[in-house]
């Protein structure tokens, strides 16, 4: 195995040059070899080969079929700030649920983390409470499907399963240096350029995403290369074939099977610029491009599949954990957006807009991000996806900063209002993503006067994120030539009436909102269900589907021209503020 990608005492960019130029032919070499590979999906796990998970499947669907009146399923999502657990009986009713809040640890300036052990301990007593609170044993739990946030990350010893540091989530922007200098190196603009001549003799799509590709700090990528560079330690049991690396899915089944089961979904994989979507295997591209050997990573598997079972130690029988999916893509199938063009935008601790692109991968110029929504046998969803990340953190810190004392508040401050004074927030405690990417772009109040009351200050924030809405849902209109067919809302911010109704009016569509905010849980238990045979397809789930509200549009969308364009020019003010040495 080559050196890892350790940068000298001397700078990143000088390091970056030296590694460029040592690897420049032969990377030369594997893009043109990587674009011209067929994009044959790759099983990396043979479901077929362990008996004992036949045997387990088998077992799982025959309890099903034998008494399904007292069978429930369990959707269980571990989010940026809360862990949900949900019941769910075979109409899709919520039987009874469950939610700790996850602290973040922030040890440095810039750097978000999570305690590994707490969030196991608070991960099982989830589960147990709400089971508890349905009312019902655990033996009556057929499986369970799991939704986490993304990109987020652990290393740990393959021997022990320990822990070599916390959970790096996806907000953390230590790596904002690496991500600056490798996206600036003659190798990437090598890349691009390359791509861009292989291209035009070809007309081979994927170099078109090749071309346009750029590293950011929510890519676990450069995350896991500081991680490489700076833990000696990990360096080394990576060296030893020592090191298991896993996202938070990964980490959680490795813990519930007590190491029996390290493996991934394509949902997950496909997050962290690792992966290479067109030929559905981690991607060799991009070992050889930052040194860091393809054994690293857990094999792939279908997002709804029978990944094994919880040791019947943890919960006094076992269970089946029948899916696997990243939060985003498990809130889009829980919200039935199942078709070509169906939208879904999730208004939670970050913002996310998705669009069903079918079985074709969009290559985005603007900065969409390519992903596997799911894969269930033989079908494979894509979906093209445009976030910003601090959304509802933005609202948990102005109210830490006591402008009001409960989030219902918000939507009547706000609505009290004609404007908001002219004073504009922009939400940037983890970068700005696109259009703006900028990852040392600051948070900001503008336009403060002495008339300034906190219900500007809240509008303001309020307004912020229907802005950014606005923002991702031009930039995914415009740049597909997919019609836009339904758009449906989630996350806990849906439920404030202020933002859902000026972003239909921002892009003058109606946004459908079910009757329950919370849909990777959903999302999680429809395909832990369809894994067993709890339900049948994918036409008896959109039955399930409840809707609460619509949010139709009521004003048009250029009365809010001056005011969006007076926070475009706050956004600007707010760009590049830190330097790059306080990163």
């Known amino acids: 195995m080559g050196g890892f990608c350790r940068s000298?005492?001397?700078s990143v960019d000088a390091f970056c040059r030296s590694h460029c130029e040592k690897t420049f032919v032969r990377f030369c070499g594997k893009l043109l070899a990587w674009a011209l590979t067929g994009a044959t999906p790759m099983k990396l796990i043979d479901s077929s080969a362990p008996a004992a998970n036949n045997a387990f499947t088998t077992s799982v669907a025959t309890a099903c079929a034998l008494a399904p009146e007292m069978k429930y399923i369990l959707g269980i999502d571990v989010g940026s700030t809360v862990i949900r657990c949900h019941v769910y009986d075979k109409a899709a009713v919520l039987k009874g649920f469950s939610s700790k809040q996850i602290e973040a640890l922030h040890p440095q300036p810039g750097w978000v983390e999570l305690d590994p052990e707490n969030l196991w301990t608070q991960f099982i007593d989830v589960i147990k409470e709400a089971v508890q609170v349905a009312g019902l044993k655990m033996n009556q739990i057929s499986a369970l499907g799991l939704s986490t946030q993304r990109a987020t990350f652990i290393t740990w010893n393959k021997k022990t399963g320990k822990?070599?540091?916390?959970?790096?989530?996806?907000?953390d922007v230590r790596a904002a240096n690496l991500v600056k200098s490798w996206n600036r190196?003659?190798?990437?603009?090598?890349?691009?350029?390359i791509s861009s001549l292989l291209h035009f003799f070809t007309r081979i799509n994927k170099l078109l995403l090749a071309r346009?590709?750029?590293?950011t700090t929510?890519?676990?990528s450069l995350r896991l290369v500081w991680v490489l560079q700076h833990l000696s330690e990990v360096e080394q049991a990576a060296k030893d074939d020592n090191c298991c690396f896993g996202t938070v899915d990964t980490w959680l089944l490795y813990k519930l099977t007590k190491g029996a089961v390290y493996a991934t979904d394509y949902s997950n994989a496909s997050t962290t610029a690792f992966f290479d979507p067109f030929k559905l295997q981690w991607s060799d591209l991009f070992s050889k491009l930052l040194s860091i050997p393809i054994s690293l990573f857990p094999p792939v598997e279908d997002t709804s599949h029978i990944f094994g079972s919880v040791d019947a130690e943890i919960f006094g029988v076992p269970i089946a954990i029948a899916a696997l999916a990243a939060d985003q893509q498990a809130a889009m199938f829980g919200q039935c957006c199942f078709d070509t063009g169906d939208i879904k935008v999730t208004v939670g601790t970050g913002t996310f807009w998705d669009i069903n692109t079918g079985n074709n991968i969009h290559v985005?110029?603007?900065?969409l991000y390519p992903l596997v929504g799911w894969k269930?046998?033989?079908e494979i969803t894509y979906l093209a996806e445009g976030n910003a990340s601090d959304t509802g953190n933005a609202i948990s810190w102005i109210q830490s900063l006591e402008l009001f004392d409960n989030v219902e508040e918000t939507s009547q401050m706000a609505h009290s209002l004609v404007n908001s004074g002219g004073v504009c927030f922009v939400p940037s405690f983890s970068g700005l993503q696109i259009p703006m990417n900028d990852p040392y772009a600051c948070t900001s109040f503008m336009g403060i006067t002495s008339t300034t009351t906190k219900k500007h200050l809240v509008r303001a924030v309020l307004e912020s994120i229907a802005f950014r809405n606005k923002q991702l849902y031009d930039i995914i209109t415009t740049e597909l030539s997919i019609p836009a067919m339904s758009i449906r809302a989630d996350g806990g911010v849906s439920k404030n009436s202020f933002v859902m109704q000026m972003t239909s009016d921002l892009i003058n569509k109606s946004i459908n909102k079910p009757d329950s905010t919370d849909m990777s849980c959903l999302g999680a238990a429809f395909l832990a269900g369809l894994a067993i045979g709890y339900w049948t397809d994918k036409e008896h789930l959109k039955k399930l589907r409840q809707t609460e509200m619509v949010f139709k549009p009521q004003?048009?969308?250029k009365e809010y021209e001056p005011a969006m364009s007076n926070w475009i020019k706050a956004v600007r003010r707010s760009l590049s503020w830190y330097s790059q040495a306080s990163q």
């Open 218 to 220: 929510q890519h676990v």
């Open 163 to 171: 822990p070599f540091h916390n959970f790096i989530s996806w907000q």
């Open 8 to 10: 000298p005492k001397g």
């Open 376 to 378: 269930i046998g033989n």
């Open 185 to 193: 190196s003659f190798l990437m603009k090598a890349v691009h350029g």
């Open 364 to 367: 985005s110029k603007k900065g």
């Open 212 to 215: 346009s590709f750029s590293f």
């Open 555 to 557: 004003r048009e969308p």
